[in-house]
């Protein structure tokens, strides 16, 4: 009996020790079994890095030189042969015709046109076709309430270089004064004139008396009507 149990008691012993042996040799794969290599992410691959070609610089403008204008001579105003006015020169009358103005002058003696202003008026002047030692003026405007007159006449159209100036009496005034006492059928007919020419203060003043067939006709005069000194009579003035 004892034997028996002592037999068994010995399986059972082995039994233990054999599965504690498997245990043990279990536990001893468990540790030194190769660990699974832990996956690295795989990087995509960076791009290669391609230099750009290098950027060829344009070419420069070379600035072409710029001509310089030519510079064009402006002719140079020939000026008129000038001689002068004779002793006698004077402005004989003036009148309007239309929107210009006429000025006749006496013993200009010129061959040539000749310029000229009348205060600020611009003149051009000639000689007469059929009376060439007088001359004849033209404005291109129609003056009237001028009486005393500053012209001045130069040998260049552009009026820089004067060669004469003297006041006229232009008589492009409304002065004329009508006399009806003797008024009759024939008024205006047979007209003739009688002028005088006075100084007074050294200055030439005109006094025009016209008749016609009916007798006194009418006057004008450019008298002045406060003077300090009568000098006498003197050549026309207008």
Not at 133 to 159: L, N, P
Not at 163 to 174: I, K, M, P, R
């Amino acid at each position: 009996m004892r034997v028996v149990m002592k037999d068994l008691l010995m399986r059972k012993t082995k039994r233990t020790v054999l599965m504690l042996l498997l245990v043990s040799v279990m536990l001893s794969a468990c540790s030194t079994a190769t660990p699974n290599p832990t996956s690295t992410p795989t990087l995509a691959p960076s791009p290669t890095f391609t230099p750009l070609p290098s950027q060829t610089p344009l070419p420069t403008a070379t600035p072409t030189p710029t001509e310089a204008p030519t510079s064009t001579t402006t002719p140079t105003q020939t000026d008129v042969p000038f001689a002068g006015f004779s002793k006698d020169f004077r402005l004989y009358r003036a009148w309007n015709n239309g929107d210009e103005t006429y000025f006749y002058f006496f013993q200009a003696n010129i061959i040539d046109t000749l310029y000229a202003e009348a205060d600020d008026y611009d003149l051009v002047c000639s000689p007469d076709p059929l009376y060439p030692h007088h001359m004849q003026c033209v404005a291109e405007t129609k003056i009237f309430g001028e009486d005393a007159m500053t012209f001045t006449f130069y040998s260049d159209e552009a009026r820089l270089r004067p060669v004469f100036s003297q006041v006229f009496y232009t008589g492009l005034v409304n002065d004329i004064v009508y006399h009806h006492a003797n008024d009759c059928p024939d008024r205006g007919k047979d007209v003739y004139c009688e002028s005088e020419y006075r100084l007074y203060d050294g200055r030439c003043y005109y006094a025009h008396t016209c008749y016609d067939a009916c007798g006194l006709y009418y006057s004008r005069d450019n008298l002045p009507e406060v003077w300090n000194e009568f000098q006498g009579y003197t050549v026309p003035c207008n």
